[in-house]
Nanobody, 112 residues
Framework: VQLVESGGGLVQPGGSLSLSCSLSGAIGITSDIKWARQAPGKGLEWVSTIYRDGTTHYQGSLQGRFTVSRDNTKNMVSLQMVKLKPEDTAVYYC???????WGKGTLVTVSS
């Protein structure tokens, strides 16, 4: 089982960024996938979930700015983030739906 995040980086406030999570092994098109994040000095925070049927849920404060999607042909889940704020700075992780398996994370820094 492997989840590999990519796409993090430095972006200015108000900017956009798209993260990807590549899935392999037992995690694939039949799996629910979550995104979580951890800001510097803070605890882990759930961001969103995309279920195997494509249904999505978001942390309330992120609804409208974050969009999660999946491409089952590529075993890939994406997190599109727009109107980014400095408080969105964090390491972003994709996880299996039961949060048993995690990627290593990708750092998103929102700063001018």
């Amino acid at each position: 089982v492997q989840l590999v995040e990519s796409g993090g980086g430095l972006v200015q406030p108000g900017g956009s960024l798209s993260l990807s999570c590549s899935l392999s092994g037992a995690i694939g098109i039949t799996s629910d996938i979550k995104w979580a994040r951890q800001a510097p000095g803070k605890g882990l925070e759930w961001v969103s979930t995309i279920y195997r049927d494509g249904t999505t849920h978001y942390q309330g404060s992120l609804q409208g700015r974050f969009t999660v999607s999946r491409d089952n042909t590529k075993n890939m889940v994406s997190l599109q983030m727009v109107k980014l704020k400095p408080e969105d700075t964090a390491v972003y992780y994709c996880t299996s739906g039961d949060m048993e398996y995690w990627g290593k994370g990708t750092l998103v820094t929102v700063s001018s």
